[in-house]
């Protein structure tokens, strides 16, 4: 695996001189039907014409070029070539500011080419903006093993045509059902493994592990790489106004004890959401339908519904038999009702 990427600075500060648009986790892939993405690059590019009426400041939070999944910069730039020569073009007129997130491993590559200036965290003012991968509790303290996993999920879901991808009920296909109810007897046999390994002293790795299964359900319900109260911590042990991360891909503008976290979501699958900050005022809209988020998809964290939450209460709230899962039956029956 490769050393990370070299930015030009660690931390970059800048104050509030002009308009500024955030995206993150692009995503671009190889332009196959396993390229998340999904060929919405005339959409962004009208982002970035805004941006460049306005002499703005376009800020990618990270994951915007997917070489986990492409495997190399060659077929990105076949698929997605415009759109990359825009994004350069716009450094030249403008300013584009990276933010190194946890698929940018390879970000050397092309860096240069793309004439971004390149940063692990941005401030503006009193907001401090990061990828967000540094709150996760397992793939920031280990990005290079997380990202051979990642590579691996990718290469299944190649082979097999499918997307395995949570929450499930937005990706409620046969194959994800199996591979959930497949999850289920795999946390089955870990939990009877680390009955073992607590009985000979090994509770470390025991607990571990069935952190991770804990984790890995909290995204499901409704609360994707643990971001939410990481974030919150950092902004009040920062001082901060608010702080905006990407990674979880789950958009939201949330406020919290006096500190605001944004997520500026994805332009994966059918997601285009793109976060303004204009005379100090954070917002996250979504650049097809307009819709502007707030923190209605963060209820369930808020509410601390998820903070006892763990994998076999989640199975036993939701699994209905013979594949069939509650949040995915609901939505179907809505769907046929509809």
């Not at 509030?16 to 892939?29: A, K, Q």
């Not at 793939?139 to 499930?168: N, Y």
């Not at 006892?308 to 809505?334: A, C, I, M, S, T």
């Amino acid at each position: 695996m490769p050393p990370p990427p070299a930015t030009d600075v660690p931390e970059l500060r800048l104050t509030r001189d002009r308009p500024v648009t955030i995206v993150s986790d692009l995503h671009l892939g190889d332009g196959s039907a396993s390229d998340a993405f999904m060929g919405k690059d005339a959409l962004l590019m009208e982002v970035l014409d805004e941006v460049a009426r306005e002499n703005g400041l376009l800020v990618i939070n990270g994951d915007a070029i997917d070489l986990l999944q492409a495997h190399d910069m060659t077929p990105v730039l076949k698929a997605h070539g415009p759109l990359l020569r825009a994004i350069a073009d716009l450094a030249t007129r403008a300013r584009v500011i990276y933010i190194t997130g946890n698929h940018d491993h390879d970000l050397r590559v092309y860096r240069d080419f793309l004439r971004w200036e390149v940063v692990e965290r941005l401030w503006i003012d009193g907001v401090a903006i990061q990828h967000g991968h540094q709150f996760d509790p397992f793939i920031g303290p280990d990005v290079k093993g997380q990202a051979l996993m990642t590579r691996a999920h990718h290469g299944v879901e190649r082979a097999f045509g499918v997307w395995l991808r949570i929450p499930l009920h937005e990706f409620y296909s046969l194959p994800n059902r199996l591979t959930f109810w497949l999850g289920y007897r795999f946390w089955q046999a870990t939990a009877l493994r680390n009955h073992v390994l607590r009985r000979v002293g090994l509770r470390k790795m025991a607990d571990r592990s069935q952190q991770y299964m804990d984790y890995w359900v909290r995204g499901e319900a409704g609360d994707p790489m643990s971001l939410t109260a990481p974030a919150f911590a950092y902004g009040r042990a920062m001082g901060a106004e608010a702080v905006v991360c990407g990674h979880a891909h789950m958009p939201g503008n949330v406020v919290r004890g006096g500190v605001r976290y944004v997520n500026t979501g994805s332009w994966t699958f059918t997601q285009t959401q793109v976060t303004r900050l204009v005379d100090g005022m954070l917002t996250v809209r979504d650049q097809v339908t307009g819709r502007v988020y707030g923190d209605e998809l963060y209820g369930p964290v808020l509410a601390g519904e998820l903070e006892d939450l763990h994998f076999e209460r989640w199975w036993r709230n939701e699994y209905l038999g013979w594949l069939r899962f509650r949040k995915g039956e609901l939505k179907r029956r809505r769907g046929a009702t509809s």
